[in-house]
């Protein structure tokens, strides 16, 4: 079973950084990361392949985050630049060993999750 453990959640203003940072308990896994607000669906944020050559951002997104993993470490890094009220929610990280694909963006497609952190932006 592959256990996933994020951090790096809290609270900051609108226009500040954070890392959110997923521990992944296994190797040569493509990691996504997805946010959920209450009462919504699971909305996918960033996804990093197996080797880290590939990779997808929500156009919500793109510009202002970065996906990157540390292999060495078994950690994805969701760098958050320029945080916007609407990016308050819980964030999860997930693991996938299907083939990377455009399918790669949806919540179906991967089998083991984090139980998120919360992220929370003031105005």
């Known amino acids: 079973q592959v256990q996933l453990v994020e951090s790096g959640g809290g609270l900051v203003q609108a226009g500040a950084s954070l890392r959110l940072s997923c521990a992944v308990s296994?190797?040569?896994?493509?990691v996504g990361w997805f946010r959920q607000a209450p009462g919504n669906d699971r909305e996918f944020v960033a996804a990093?392949?197996?080797?880290?050559?590939?990779?997808y951002y929500a156009d919500s997104v793109k510009g202002r985050f970065t996906i990157s993993r540390a292999d060495a470490q078994n950690t994805v890094y969701l760098q958050m630049n320029s945080l916007k009220p609407e990016d308050t929610t819980v964030y999860y990280c997930?693991?996938?060993?299907?083939?990377?694909?455009?399918?790669?963006?949806?919540?179906?497609?991967?089998?083991?999750w984090g139980r998120g952190t919360q992220v929370f932006v003031s105005e």
């Open positions: 990093i392949s197996s080797s880290g050559d590939s990779i």
């Open positions: 997930a693991a996938s060993s299907r083939l990377w694909g455009t399918w790669t963006t949806s919540p179906s497609v991967y089998a083991f």
């Open positions: 296994a190797r040569n896994l493509n």
